[in-house]
């Protein structure tokens, strides 16, 4: 079954300074996406970044990057310079391309507080 | 491209009480969903549209809980005989041929 694990219900970082939220993910299925989106406290869930099963590189996109490390089945999402407006939940997302269900399913989320 | 607009964004209502959530997705996308997420959790899905057609349903969709997408265009959900559970923030996304999701920014809805 398809799941999404983030063990880190709040994380702190000074601001200008780099940090990893973690994500473990299980799934059968041998073709999936990964997502990471940033939820504000307006509620609107902002997409980050994404990374496809088969992508030999791991995705960036300005200042943040997925650490994929598919033998682990980890997609740890990377925010190099903080900035105080990083201040936010981060979720993880799965969804499987080829197993017959197209939801997305999210993890519980990590909340990053910048620290000034 | 003006984003997936969700309304109302706030509702109460009292226990009982029908409610319906309207979402305009991006145009061009043609493929919407609804999610739900309560305080703490991370969004948990609903259903999935392609078009018109309700392709998937959460199996914790109680029969309470109606979509449509009649056009393909915008979707309505519809939650009947409201319970104090159903608390929650309501949210919409679409996406187009690509992989990633764009979420509303979603119906916060309490029942009294």
């Known amino acids: 079954a398809q799941k999404i694990t983030q063990t880190q219900p709040g994380m702190f970082v000074q601001e200008k300074e780099a940090v990893t939220l973690d994500c473990t993910y299980d799934?059968?299925?041998?073709?999936?996406?990964l997502f990471w989106y940033k939820q504000p406290s307006s509620g609107e869930m902002i997409f980050l970044i994404y990374q496809g099963s088969y992508d030999e590189q791991n995705a960036t996109e300005g200042r943040y990057s997925l650490n994929f490390q598919k033998a682990r089945k980890s997609a740890n999402l990377v925010i190099s310079a903080s900035q105080l407006g990083d201040s936010a939940m981060y979720f993880c997302a799965m969804r499987e391309v080829t197993s017959g269900t197209y939801k997305y399913i999210f993890g519980t989320g990590t909340r990053l507080k910048v620290l000034a | 491209d003006t984003g997936v607009s969700q309304n109302p964004r706030h509702k109460i209502t009292k226990r009982g009480q029908n409610v319906t959530f309207r979402c305009d997705p991006i145009s061009e996308h043609n493929r919407l969903y609804w999610y739900r997420q309560t305080l703490g959790q991370g969004p948990e899905f609903l259903t999935y549209?392609?078009?018109?057609?309700?392709?998937?349903k959460s199996r914790l969709l109680s029969d309470r809980f109606s979509a449509e997408r009649p056009k393909g265009s915008f979707s309505t959900l519809e939650i009947q005989r409201t319970e104090q559970g159903d608390s929650a923030m309501y949210l919409c996304?679409?996406?187009?041929?690509?992989?990633?999701?764009?979420f509303g920014q979603g119906t916060r809805l309490t029942v009294v």
């Open positions: 799934t059968s299925d041998q073709s999936y996406g």
């Open positions: 549209f392609q078009n018109e057609a309700q392709l998937e």
């Open positions: 996304a679409s996406r187009p041929t690509g992989p990633e999701a764009f």
